[in-house]
């Protein structure tokens, strides 16, 4: 009887570090892949309404349209006279 | 629960049907079993809400203002962490069971439950309120836009859930509900506090600090892992090891029976005489709720009795048990015991 009490107390405490292993990890993963910015700071949503001309423009502030982001970046529109956008031409 | 524990305690004025000593033993068993005080659990819940606290007011402009802003946080965050104080204080993890007795955890559950629906709400109405004024625009375009941001929808959706548990726990709809129904929806509680936990993350006083993130998030995964580990697995495996069956249902007076249970290696409970079980009685009309019931003589080797008293439609049918029928049982729990009348807790 004590061995089968062993055996079963060992059962439990093995079942307590498996379950508590895999809330660890998950714990670990879940905080790791969380946003280093968050979309609802004061000043995420300052920027979101800021950049928007209208209420139909207004965009989360996860895609205002940013110089340095290629997705997000204003398209440089060609002028009339065909001449670049940074003015130094062929002269 | 209230109702059926105060029959559980009534019980123990009707005479047992078998009083055998209690096992030597179980005295022995018990004297390892590691408890958590209430007072040591209230400040370490007290010590949790204050580094809340202090991470709200890290992330606050300075000078600090009591502003919208600063409640729609303070709110939120605290809301956050008492959910997972919730959570912990009903995972019925025997440390804390047998520390503080489940009739105070029921009572701090009651209290602490109905104080996150406030915050919650406080929540809700101000960062709406700051999101709509940053916005300038109506309060349903704001709304609508407000809903696009990550983990917000879902914080939504679980926030009306757990508002809907709160409308059916509370007591003037309660009542009129069975226990079984009752229950059913307060299990969505789980899902809503797994759907509002993304938002939490995403949170302005969270973002950006990781090893804060990770806590959080371990707080919140270390208390489904006691509600899971305690809650549900914990009487799979006693069904397994003691394999309690229904041996007798003795009549006692009108309307109140003795059941004595038998099993096997039922000294490994460590049981004690004051202390009670949730029992569920696998039979096709009782199967779907489990109910405390003290133990109503001291505990054996080979088994364990209770009193039941008619008073409602759930103890009424446990009234036809039949011999046989097996249980799931969780527990020992409560600290209504001679050990603890010797040594009581500071409050």
Redesign the interface.
């Known amino acids: ?1 004590n061995i ?2 062993r055996v ?1 107390g060992w ?2 405490r093995a ?2 570090i498996g ?2 292993a ?3 990890v ?7 892949s ?9 000043a ?3 920027a ?2 800021a950049t928007a001309p209208d ?1 139909s423009a ?1 965009v ?1 502030n ?1 895609s205002v349209a940013a110089p340095d982001n290629p997705v997000t970046a204003p398209v440089p529109r060609p002028r009339p006279g065909g001449g670049h956008e940074h003015g130094h031409g062929h002269g | 629960m209230v109702t059926s524990m105060g029959m559980a305690m009534g019980s123990n004025s009707f005479t047992p049907t078998t009083l055998r000593p209690e096992a030597p033993h179980h005295r022995r068993l018990r004297q390892n079993s590691g408890t958590l005080r209430p007072a040591a659990l209230l400040a370490l819940i007290v010590a949790g809400a204050l580094a809340a606290l202090l991470l709200v007011m890290r992330a606050a402009p300075r000078p600090l203002q009591l502003d919208v802003p600063l409640i729609a946080h303070t709110m939120g965050m605290l809301a956050g962490y008492g959910v997972t104080i919730m959570l912990v204080l009903m995972s019925r993890a025997p440390a804390i069971e047998r520390g503080v007795g489940a009739d105070r955890l029921a009572r701090w559950h009651a209290v602490g439950g109905r104080a996150i629906f406030s915050l919650i709400a406080a929540h809700a109405v101000a960062a709406t309120q700051v999101w709509v004024q940053a916005s300038q625009r109506s309060i349903l375009v704001a709304l609508l836009r407000l809903m696009g941001l990550p983990g917000l929808l879902t914080a939504t959706i679980g926030t009306l859930l757990l508002f809907g548990v709160g409308i059916v726990s509370a007591r003037a709809v309660r009542h009129k509900l069975s226990y079984e129904r009752w229950h059913a929806v307060y299990l969505a509680t789980y899902v809503a506090v797994a759907l509002a936990f993304s938002h939490q993350l995403a949170g302005p006083d969270l973002a950006g600090l990781r090893a804060v993130q990770i806590g959080w998030s371990l707080l919140y995964t270390y208390a489904f892992f006691l509600a899971l580990r305690y809650r549900l697995l914990a009487p799979v495996q006693q069904a397994f090891r003691h394999r309690l069956r229904v041996d007798q249902v003795i009549p006692e007076a009108d309307g109140v029976v003795s059941v004595v249970i038998r099993g096997r290696y039922l000294h490994e409970l460590e049981a004690e005489s004051g202390q009670f079980f949730r029992w569920r009685f696998l039979a096709a009309r009782t199967w779907m709720s489990a109910h405390p019931f003290s133990l109503s003589a001291p505990p054996q080797d080979d088994s364990l009795q209770i009193t039941v008293k008619a008073l409602g439609e759930g103890s009424r049918r446990l009234q036809a048990l039949r011999p046989g029928t097996p249980i799931l049982a969780e527990g020992p729990y409560g600290a209504m015991t001679a050990l603890a009348a010797r040594n009581p807790p500071c409050c």
Do not use: D, E, R
Not at chain 1, 26 to 32: N, P, S, T
Not at chain 1, 36 to 41: D, G, R, T
């Open positions: 009887m089968q009490h079963m059962t439990k079942m307590s379950l508590l895999a809330a660890t998950l714990g670990v993963q879940f905080g790791m969380a946003p280093a910015v968050s979309p609802v700071s004061p995420a949503i300052a979101t309404f209420s207004a989360p996860s």
